[in-house]
């Protein structure tokens, strides 16, 4: 089994920080994609910022220049910085994770619960 786990949200003024945390644990053969997304009361989730293997990141446009993302083993981390009422939300984990049973190999999406960021204007 596989489980993913975020931390770190919680309420903080407008301007401040958060960093949150993800771990992967479980029965894992190899991790390429590890990523953050986001949803809104009431909105769709949408993506925030990924990391591959390799180390190459992406972000989506209201995330640039306010928001890292960065890696160690198994683990993500979201640095953000300047935050704003509009980035309350709560933020999922999502890991693209191989497992391995005998001959079986297998690659899905798993998600973590969610951690619930609220930005106080």
């Known amino acids: 089994q596989v489980q993913v786990m975020e931390s770190g949200g919680g309420l903080v003024q407008s301007g401040g920080s958060l960093r949150l945390s993800c771990g992967a644990s479980?029965?894992?053969?190899?991790?390429?994609?590890m990523g953050w997304y986001r949803q809104a009361p009431g909105k769709q989730r949408e993506f925030v910022a990924l990391?591959?293997?390799?180390?190459n990141t992406n972000y989506a446009d209201f995330a640039k220049g306010r928001f890292i993302t960065s890696r160690v083993k198994n683990m993500v981390f979201l640095q953000m910085n300047s935050l704003k009422p509009e980035d309350t939300a709560v933020y999922y984990c999502?890991?693209?994770?191989?497992?391995?049973?005998?001959?079986?190999?297998?690659?899905?999406?798993?998600w973590g619960q969610g951690t619930q960021v609220t930005v106080s204007s």
């Open positions: 999502q890991s693209k994770i191989t497992t391995r049973r005998g001959i079986d190999i297998s690659t899905n999406d798993y």
């Open positions: 479980g029965s894992i053969w190899n991790i390429s994609d």
């Open positions: 990391i591959t293997s390799g180390g």
